[in-house]
């Protein structure tokens, strides 16, 4: 039960929200204020303005959040999680990527911080620790051979005969550049046209100079849809919608659409993983990349949740592989012996000619078709389609 005096007392009538965000806001509140008689959480005249004031003081910088649309927020020096829980709390509904981080070297009030991120079930990050002590705080995935593999595992399956769209979403345009097609800024036959409502998917999509293998380009004012969209609470669902009535109208039939995402975790990589029904990892083998892999799990499990319950994971790709360097081998025991059977048999070697491909707009499949770079992608391509194979039936 709400006390109604609660959303008084806290004067977040005018901040619009649930009453499911009220209730897990007062129960934040009553835990704080009932843990510090054990553990020295906050001081005396921070409970007694717990509710009048702190709350509210903590869920006004929502309104900042929302308008920059920030994704990831770093409390420093947390104490007992004001305003950090608060605003995860306020923007856990509103946006499942946002992120609170947060850094409190108390090990009582660090743990706390835990125990209500569990309880509530918020997106966060909790370093027991001061922020000069962290080194490393950057947190992209970029350079892992994504495009790499869209390029190829298209240009493989499109040589085998499959229908095949690819779908750059990514504001560098690598994969349309890769491709043979161009990123130049002045083109408007590009996915940011659809996004942005300008187009339909029917006046954008181009075909290449490959067979059975169609291309949805990319530019650089791709990055600008993330700030134009912000008040449109539809806006993780246009890639879906668009793509679906694309597919219902024209009666275009790929076999696969595979959708090239950029770097970091964003609107578009959200709109990615709501328009698709699995998702393939490229893991790099020459860092230790699981611990990004375990956070991007959490980030799937989050979308499943919220946005889009058939997403699942076909598999994950083991690329760059240097056998002269152990990591490798060390990165691929671990992700074998954690992740089983979704790991591909194949694992794509660093390898020159991958690299130098697309700079020429074709992929290495063609580029230089027997090079260890092209074996493994064709090898990758089999094992992919063999995953859709019907399972032959034991019984007579
Ligand atoms: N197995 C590989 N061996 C050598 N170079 C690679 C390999 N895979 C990708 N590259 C190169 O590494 C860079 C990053 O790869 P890319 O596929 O663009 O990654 P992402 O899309 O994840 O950012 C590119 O220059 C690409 O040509
Ligand atoms: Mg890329």
């Not at 509904?93 to 009030?109: C, D, G, M, Q, R």
């Not at 996915?191 to 169609?214: A, E, H, M, R, W």
Request: aromatic share 8%; proline share 3%.
């Amino acid at each position: 039960m709400i006390d109604s005096h609660f959303i008084k007392n806290t004067k977040l009538e005018g901040l619009n929200v649930s009453r499911e965000t009220l209730n897990e806001l007062e129960k934040y509140s009553s835990s704080l204020i009932s843990r510090n008689k054990e553990i020295n959480l906050i001081s005396a005249s921070t409970e007694r303005s717990i509710n009048t004031r702190h709350i509210k003081d903590s869920a006004q910088t929502i309104d900042f959040i929302n308008k920059k649309d920030i994704k990831t927020c770093t409390d420093l020096g947390s104490g007992a999680g004001l305003p950090g829980i608060v605003l995860a709390i306020l923007m856990k509904h509103k946006n499942p990527l946002f992120k609170v981080i947060f850094y409190e070297k108390s090990f009582h009030k660090s743990n706390f911080i835990k125990e209500m991120s569990k309880k509530f079930k918020l997106n966060t990050e909790v370093h027991q620790k001061n922020i000069f002590e962290e080194k490393n705080l950057n947190t992209d995935v970029g350079g892992v051979g994504k495009t790499t593999t869209v390029i190829n595992l298209a240009a493989g399956l499109s040589m085998r005969g499959k229908k095949i769209l690819v779908i750059d979403l990514d504001p560098q345009g690598n994969a349309t550049t890769g491709l043979g097609l161009s990123n130049t800024e002045n083109s408007d036959q590009t996915i940011y046209s659809v996004l942005n409502g300008n187009k339909k998917i029917s006046q954008i999509v181009q075909t290449t100079k490959f067979d059975n293998l169609d291309l949805i380009t990319s530019n650089v004012h791709l990055s600008g849809l993330e700030v134009e969209t912000v008040g449109d609470s539809r806006r993780a669902f246009i890639l879906k919608d668009e793509l679906g009535s694309y597919l219902n109208d024209s009666g275009a039939s790929y076999n696969y659409i595979f959708i090239d995402c950029p770097p970091s975790l964003s609107l578009l990589t959200i709109m990615a993983l709501v328009a698709s029904d699995a998702l393939v990892v490229p893991l790099q083998t020459e860092f230790f990349a699981l611990e990004g892999l375990t956070q991007l799990m959490k980030t799937i499990e989050r979308i499943k949740n919220n946005l889009n319950p058939e997403l699942s994971i076909r598999g994950i790709l083991l690329t760059m592989y240097d056998k002269r360097n152990k990591l490798s081998g060390e990165v691929e025991r671990e992700a074998r012996n954690y992740f089983k059977d979704k790991v591909y048999q194949t694992v794509v070697p660093r390898n020159v000619r991958l690299s130098e491909a697309p700079s020429h707009g074709v992929p290495v499949l063609i580029y230089d078709k027997s090079c260890l770079g092209s074996k493994s992608y064709f090898n990758f391509t089999d094992e992919f389609l063999n995953q859709d194979k019907p399972v032959e039936s034991a019984a007579w």
